[in-house]
């Protein structure tokens, strides 16, 4: 009997224990504390490249704007998506990739959650791989802001792209326009504007440049309404790029689907979670460009979030 509450004491100290230490991060994390477990899950990263004898270097380009926290937060959607080409590739069941509910102010310590989940795949795929070896977490150095956890986060999705010897292909990117296209569904829907818009034509051999080209057109019509609305938004303009392939349209829908989440939660969807991405193949730039100009189409019906919901 001694020996039960023993092990029952011990086993609830450990249990609060953990829960404590993890409010203790939860209520102090800063860009800094997400920063240094980024750069943990690169050094993470590198093993695997080690395993897989890889010792390219990854091409990419930061970001120079003011990101948020929910950019960097959207970025590690990405990440999950390709850790699962690396278990498809390897033979193993995917994992459908955490999604959250809409919030207005989203706080690092999600991204901090984000990137304990992430680290946790990539151990399994580690042990499934029988890959040794274990990294430590760095210092936290102070200072980094949500723009320095993305670009380090770029970073990692190219060193991934390495490893799975593929980037994004336009079935992937389709995919993911789809997710966006059911959220300006749902977010007119909630607004009661009636869609009395179609498609746009298919372009026949449409380039990746030109879906990229109409996710920023988007991307300025929503920056235009957070505006109105008085929602905290950024400058788009850094994203601009001349040579554009399908994995820059991958990231450039994940920025879309990021500022549509916080859409979603002024006009009060915060419940609305996006669903994961559908499995499509065969899919083309020009159907990219079709979704993108679709939407578009459906964006421009919108005059204001406030007088739709009656907000003064």
Do not use: C
Not at 31 to 40: C, D, F, G, N
Not at 102 to 124: G, H, K, M, W
Not at 134 to 143: K, N
Not at 284 to 295: E, F, N, S, Y
């Amino acid at each position: 009997m001694f020996i039960k509450y023993f092990i029952i004491t011990v086993f609830s100290t450990i249990v609060f224990s953990n829960l404590f230490a993890m409010n203790s991060i939860a209520s102090k994390t800063t860009p800094s504390h997400v920063y240094a477990y980024t750069k943990q899950l690169h050094d993470e990263i590198k093993l695997l490249k080690k395993h897989f004898n890889i010792t390219k270097e990854p091409s990419y380009k930061n970001i120079k704007t003011t990101l948020l926290p929910r950019h960097a937060w959207q970025r590690t959607y990405e990440l999950s998506v390709k850790l699962n080409i690396l278990r498809a590739k390897s033979a193993l069941p995917i994992i459908e990739p955490i999604n959250m509910e809409p919030t207005l102010n989203l706080d690092p310590a999600f991204t901090y959650e984000q990137i304990q989940r992430l680290l946790q795949e990539v151990n399994i795929l580690k042990f499934r791989l029988g890959i040794k070896g274990t990294t430590h977490t760095p210092e936290i150095v102070e200072g980094k802001t949500p723009t320095d956890v993305y670009n380090y986060l770029n970073q990692i999705s190219r060193e991934l792209d390495l490893i799975n010897g593929a980037e994004f292909t336009p079935s992937y990117v389709f995919a993911e326009s789809m997710r966006i296209f059911e959220d300006m569904d749902t977010i007119l829907s909630h607004l009661k504007i009636n869609v009395i818009t179609g498609s746009p034509a298919k372009i026949k051999n449409a380039t990746p440049k030109e879906s990229y080209d109409l996710a920023i057109n988007l991307l300025n019509i929503i920056k235009a309404l957070e505006i109105q609305a008085g929602i905290p938004t950024v400058d788009f303009y850094a994203f601009r790029k001349k040579d554009v392939n399908p994995a820059d349209v991958f990231e450039i829908t994940q920025i879309i689907l990021s500022e549509l989440q916080i859409i979603k939660a002024y006009i009060g969807l915060n419940h609305t979670i996006t669903r994961g991405a559908l499995n499509y193949t065969s899919k083309t730039p020009a159907d990219v460009v079709q979704i993108m100009g679709w939407l578009i189409r459906k964006a421009r019906l919108i005059d204001s979030l406030n007088t739709k919901l009656g907000v003064e």
